[in-house]
């Protein structure tokens, strides 16, 4: 053994105890610079690769240095880059991810509340741009599970080095929704053993741990972060993965709930959700807590929402990535769908404020588009516009004119 760990043409979550154990042998070994060669992978997933961005972290901490040798798979090498998969396990080389895409949210280290929230909103905002035919209460029931997940990281981990989340959208084929968090803290068996000190062995833990009200200190929650994100994925014909210890659990929908001893420990917690948005009804009593469903506050009421007008403000300054192009308008038609689905008594208000300009496959995009979609009345009854450019009323109103006419 040296101090190189090669990794195969595929890093999955089957791949990630042999990962492990590498990284165990090379510390006993007494190296302290470490490779991981990528070199001949060709696939990866999150949540093997958010797992070793934790364990990596827990030994920079120790004073291990990694160098990360990326994959010669171009599309791969890129994603790496991308996803800042890269940056979290050589920051020295690698620098962080500026994507601003809606498909992926780049895995993020947060430490404290503000950048939990940050990291929990941005996640969120993405699932609004890109995915169609959410119903409000799925929605809120989906931002709830990652808030209380990433919220568990602060709260009951003891992680040195914070948490890693990491969020992917896939629409082709189905409204299907992952996110991934990950810690390199005292892991769940542990964590539970202070107030349950009867759980005997890792996997029987993690049982528990997805049951109502299991916690280990009612004073700093209900115990039911991990019940209810077990819940959202299983109601919403998902996947659920939960690794910690010497323990592993997974829910899926052909094989049900399924809960193993791992013989390489995973020293932390990795928590890998998977909900599947296409039919907007089965969220609807996802959050059922003591035989009540709770609808939680969600992004929407925080962000948009004007309780006094009751009116939805939507400023596209802060909305849009960008006015000149039509793809930069698609995640601005998706919110703005979106919002006339889940609040369909509230008018939309579309503040034009400081912007002079946009470009005419802009306005198409979402005006246009939106326009033809809804029909005249059901439009003019939604949207309303407000401080907006005489040049910027006129390539809406051609957009609509054209769209109307064929051309």
């Not at 962080?96 to 280290?109: L, Y």
Request: net charge neutral; hydrophobic share 40%.
């Amino acid at each position: 053994m040296d101090n190189r760990i090669v990794f195969g043409t595929s890093f999955y979550i089957t791949d990630l105890p042999a990962a492990l154990a590498c990284l165990h042998a090379v510390r006993k070994a007494g190296y302290e610079d470490v490779i991981l060669d990528f070199t001949s992978c060709v696939a990866a997933l999150p949540a093997p690769v958010l797992a070793l961005c934790a364990r990596v972290l827990k030994m920079q901490l120790e004073k291990f240095d990694f160098t990360l040798r990326l994959p010669n798979d171009q599309k791969l090498e890129r994603h790496f880059q991308n996803a800042n998969w890269a940056f979290l396990l050589d920051p020295a080389k690698h620098p962080p991810s500026n994507v601003k895409g809606t498909t992926i949210f780049p895995a993020t280290r947060f430490v404290d509340t503000e950048g939990q929230q940050r990291a929990v909103n941005s996640i969120i905002d993405g699932i609004l741009s890109v995915t169609k035919n959410i119903d409000r209460q799925g929605f809120a029931a989906f931002e709830w599970s990652v808030n209380e997940i990433t919220d568990n990281v602060l709260v009951h981990s003891r992680s040195e080095v914070g948490g890693i989340v990491q969020m992917s959208t896939f629409t082709r084929r189905t409204q299907r929704i992952e996110y991934v968090v990950v810690d390199a803290g005292i892991g769940i068996p542990k964590s539970l053993r202070q107030a349950h000190p009867e759980l005997r062995s890792d996997a029987e833990a993690l049982n528990q741990a997805v049951k109502e009200g299991v916690t280990r200190d009612k004073t700093l929650g209900q115990g039911n972060g991990l019940y209810g994100s077990y819940r959202v994925c299983s109601e919403g014909e998902g996947i659920f993965h939960l690794q910690s210890a010497h323990a592993k659990l997974v829910f899926t929908r052909g094989k049900g709930l399924q809960v193993s001893t791992e013989k390489v420990p995973f020293e932390g917690t990795l928590i890998d959700a998977q909900v599947n948005f296409s039919d907007p009804r089965l969220l609807g009593d996802a959050l059922n807590f003591g035989g009540k469903v709770h609808v939680p506050s969600d992004f929407i009421e925080s962000r948009y929402e004007n309780f006094d007008t009751e009116e939805i403000r939507f400023v596209i300054l802060k909305e849009a990535p960008s006015f000149r192009s039509r793809l930069g308008g698609t995640p601005v038609r998706y919110k703005l769908q979106n919002l006339a689905r889940m609040c369909p008594d509230q008018k939309i208000i579309v503040d034009f404020d400081e912007v002079p300009l946009i470009s005419s496959s802009f306005a198409d995009e979402v005006f246009g588009k939106l326009f033809l979609e809804m029909g005249p009345i059901a439009f003019s009854q939604r949207f309303e516009f407000l401080n907006l450019p005489i040049l910027v009323r006129q390539l809406i109103d051609r957009a609509i004119s054209q769209r109307l006419s064929g051309n």
